[in-house]
């Protein structure tokens, strides 16, 4: 099913002139288990859009905010590739002045890749991604980070993006992956 996603999303051409299409055949990396999954802004240009395997750079290194997010993950005891990752756009912009417009032709291949995949929780990596899913507006990214919305009976939790460029990316993120840790430990 995730398959047939992939396709349509090759085959569409709703943004065509303000992306890159992602030149992988997936646009979904796929974990051991759904109990979190993990949705990006729009792949990282030097990232899985060229090596094909998220969070990796072409030389297999774990790129800097896979770094982070995995010493986020060390809370929860799951490896980062253990997770889904999903992107809300799902070919590379541009330009990020196309961010608003392509997060709304995806939306729907979106929904309907976490309607397959059924996590449990849904972490979203900073603003543009946050406001992809839950389609809210608010006036600080802050205002969010660190709540828990429910979207087709998935818990999305918006969190900073682990960035190392980012004072909050490790220090922001750290007590909301500790509440998780509690709130997993007392629902399974």
Known sequence: ?????????????????????????????????????ILGEAPANNGWRKSGVAWYDTNHKLLPSGVVLQKLLNELDIKLNETYFLEAIKCFPKDRKYLNTCSKNCQMYLLKQLEIIKPQILLSLGDSATKTILNIQYKKFSDVVGKQFIINNITVIPIYHPSPISPKSYNGNIEIFRSLRRWLNENN
Do not use: R, W
């Open 1 to 37: 099913m995730l398959e047939e996603i992939d396709q349509k999303i090759n085959e569409c051409n709703l943004c065509s002139d303000m992306v890159e299409h992602f030149p992988n055949s997936k646009t979904v990396s796929i974990g051991q288990n759904n109990k979190i999954a």
